[in-house]
Nanobody
Framework: HFQLMESGGDSVQTGGSLRLSCAAT????????MGWFRQALGKGRERVAS???????DYHGSVRGRFTVSQDNTKTKLDLQLNNLRLDDAGMYYC????????????????????????WGQGTQVTIST
């Protein structure tokens, strides 16, 4: 049974940057999607960025061009670089791994909703202020 541990959440001002990291332990196979979801207060959880086993990435439209997801060669460490942060980027950010192979979740795991077949980390808080 593998575990996910996030770090890097902080309080920043609008326009600032953060780098979130996720370390996966006991992850046996790299064939699944890894990604970042976020949940703002009172809202549902949404996928922000994801990376498939073949390295293809997909982003939520609101973060495209500002956020970058990356993975190390072992595919057990997943980072998210957040630039030019906005107030609506605030929330709890969760690292996640799909329990379905990435090949069936579309390019960059674009069809991964996280509603099922997903393992979650505990989350790291991102707070944005003006």
């Amino acid at each position: 049974h593998f575990q996910l541990m996030e770090s890097g959440g902080d309080s920043v001002q609008t326009g600032g940057s953060l780098r979130l990291s996720c370390a996966a332990t006991n992850l046996a196979t790299p064939k699944y999607c890894m990604g970042w979801f976020r949940q703002a207060l009172g809202k549902g959880r949404e996928r922000v960025a994801s990376i498939a086993a073949d390295g293809a990435t997909d982003y939520h439209g609101s973060v495209r061009g500002r956020f970058t997801v990356s993975q190390d060669n072992t595919k057990t460490k997943l980072d998210l670089q957040l630039n030019n942060l906005r107030l609506d980027d605030a929330g709890m950010y969760y690292c996640a791994v799909s329990r379905l192979p990435s090949i069936i979740l579309g390019r960059g795991c674009r069809n991964w909703s996280g509603r099922e077949h997903t393992t979650w980390g505990q989350g790291t808080q991102v707070t944005i202020s003006t």
